[in-house]
């Protein structure tokens, strides 16, 4: 197990759920937090906020060096999530009082997320955030390094993987649901491809599967089986 840099005490159970993009970690997550009546913490929301703000900051000033620029902003602002029931979808992220949660899922934000998040710093400014949203207990924290790093004492531990081509079709259908103008399936798995080198090869928390987590390859799965699945165990294990 690796060690955690945060020693702040959980006041309850606390499941990790790792994994790349399209494995059906988001929507399992909201799922199982609703079931099971825990906290849901999208922790790749705090990245893309990150990643937003910084985009917004070099259209004022361009030349600014870009990681200097992350970092800053990483260390002042203020991100927090709430809940907004009458909302879609009702888990809001805000930086600094500003609800961010609708402008946070472009392709450029999206391979923003994954530039900042290579940055030690700014996964070293956003670590004690997420270790407190855990540690109120009864939490269920999805991301990259939740079960390595943030939360080596998770009580169960999820990676959740599928192929890419499977992973490729399913952002496809969601792009082409969200009305956006769809690109070609190639251009979408090169996209998938890039961002799992960005995400896997960075020096600090990589994504990995912790040695204790339970592996779930949810390529020939359903939603309804995978959330099925996972329950189950938890369940099992709490
Ligand atoms: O899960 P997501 O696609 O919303 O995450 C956006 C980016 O943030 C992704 O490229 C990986 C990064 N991320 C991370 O490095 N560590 C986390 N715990 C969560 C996300």
Do not use: W
């Amino acid at each position: 197990m690796e060690k955690s840099f945060v020693k702040v005490p959980k006041m309850g159970p606390v499941i990790a759920i790792d994994g790349p993009a399209g494995t059906g970690k988001s929507t399992a997550t909201r799922r199982l937090a609703d079931q099971l009546g825990f906290v849901h913490v999208d922790t790749g929301a705090l990245y893309r906020a990150i990643g937003f703000l910084v985009l917004e900051k070099e259209r004022v000033e361009p030349a600014v060096d870009f990681v200097a620029s992350a970092v800053d902003v990483a260390r002042s602002v203020h991100l927090e999530f709430q809940r907004s029931p009458e909302k879609n979808p009702a888990n809001r992220i805000f930086a600094n009082g500003r609800d961010l949660t609708d402008l946070i899922r472009t392709p450029q934000v999206t391979m923003t997320a994954s530039r900042v998040s290579s940055i030690p710093e700014v996964r070293a400014a956003l670590l004690g955030l997420q270790r407190r949203l855990g540690c109120q207990g009864r939490a269920i924290l999805e991301g990259r390094d939740i079960g390595t790093v943030v939360f080596p004492d998770a009580d169960v531990k999820f990676f959740l993987n599928a192929s890419v081509d499977e992973r490729a079709k399913r952002r496809l259908i969601e792009l082409e649901a969200a009305g956006s103008d769809a690109p070609s399936f190639e251009e979408v798995k090169a996209q998938i491809v890039e961002r799992d080198r960005g995400d896997s090869t960075r020096a600090v928390a990589p994504l990995k599967k912790a040695q204790d987590a339970i592996e779930l390859d949810t390529s020939q799965l359903t939603l309804d089986q995978v959330v099925a699945t996972m329950e189950k165990l938890i369940v099992e294990r709490l």
